[in-house]
């Protein structure tokens, strides 16, 4: 074998070394871009679950982070959901209005947490009163004037 052969086949060696390594360089780039995609799917999806009036009223009552198939997610929606039908305001109202309220109680040192708070409230609207149009702020009102907050 002369020279120019060898040189050959080891250009050709060499040139099949760099082939698998471009290929393999190229799946390991794909693998980490569709993991990263998979990533920032669950990131979205999480974000949304954040960004529900459900799931931070859930947060507060909590005091920390809850999973997004905590029950008191559901329970807070329900809520809102019926409280909703029964009151003129808005559901993030309703919320806020709710959250002000449960402030005011616990500065008064009442124990009760955000979520029974809601339930009591929600309670205190007979069903009857779907569609009557009330203002949830007067409700709230009259529970913390009953509950010995000015």
Request: no cysteine; proline share 4%; charged share 25%.
């Given at each position: 074998m002369n020279r120019k052969d060898s040189s050959f086949?080891?250009?050709e060696v060499k040139l099949w070394h760099i082939l698998i390594a471009i290929v393999a360089l190229a799946i390991v780039i794909f693998v980490i871009v569709k993991?990263?995609?998979?990533s920032s799917q669950r990131t979205v999806a999480s974000s949304s679950n954040e960004q529900t009036l459900e799931y931070q009223l859930a947060?507060?009552?909590?005091?920390?982070?809850v999973p997004y198939s905590h029950p008191s997610i559901s329970k807070f929606r329900k809520l809102l959901d019926s409280i909703q039908r029964k009151c003129r305001n808005g559901r993030r109202e309703i919320g806020d209005m709710t959250v002000f309220a449960h402030k005011q109680l616990k500065e008064k040192s009442v124990r009760i947490t955000l979520l029974e708070l809601?339930?009591?409230l929600d309670y205190?609207?007979?069903?009857?009163?779907?569609?009557?149009?009330l203002d949830y702020a007067e409700i709230v009102a009259a529970y913390l004037t009953l509950m010995g907050v000015k």
């Open positions: 086949e080891f250009l993991a990263n995609e998979r947060v507060i009552n909590a005091v920390y982070r809601m339930e009591k205190s609207i007979p069903s009857e009163a779907i569609g009557a149009n």
